[in-house]
Nanobody, 119 residues
């Protein structure tokens, strides 16, 4: 059974930083396409970053240059380093896994962690 547990969310002022973590069990993060997605109230869920099994990464235009996705294979943990945070980054952030980055959908999800950025 797959479990993805996010942590690291919180409240921060604009310009600040947070690092989200996603501890995985029941799957090996380096063998999956792992993503961070977010959903703000009244908005559609969006993928902000993903990392493939080959280590390739992709970011939403809105976070390029500010967010960095990474993984620690030894800890089986996914991270999202978020710098220069903006109020529009406020959302619930979810860690998710899918078999590949191109053809499959996200099948396993964490419970989410809230990020709130104040101006």
């Amino acid at each position: 059974q797959v479990h993805l547990v996010e942590s690291g969310g919180g409240s921060v002022q604009a310009g600040g930083s947070l690092r989200l973590s996603c501890a995985a069990s029941g799957l090996i993060v380096s063998r999956y396409c792992m993503g961070w997605l977010r959903q703000a109230p009244g908005k559609e869920r969006e993928e902000v970053a993903r990392i493939g099994s080959d280590g390739s990464t992709r970011y939403a235009d809105s976070v390029k240059g500010r967010f960095t996705i990474s993984r620690d294979n030894a800890k089986n943990t996914l991270y999202l380093q978020m710098n220069s945070l903006k109020p529009e980054d406020t959302a619930m952030y979810y860690c998710a896994a899918r078999a590949d980055c191109w053809f499959s959908g996200y099948a396993d999800w964490g419970q989410g962690t809230q990020v709130t950025v104040s101006s």
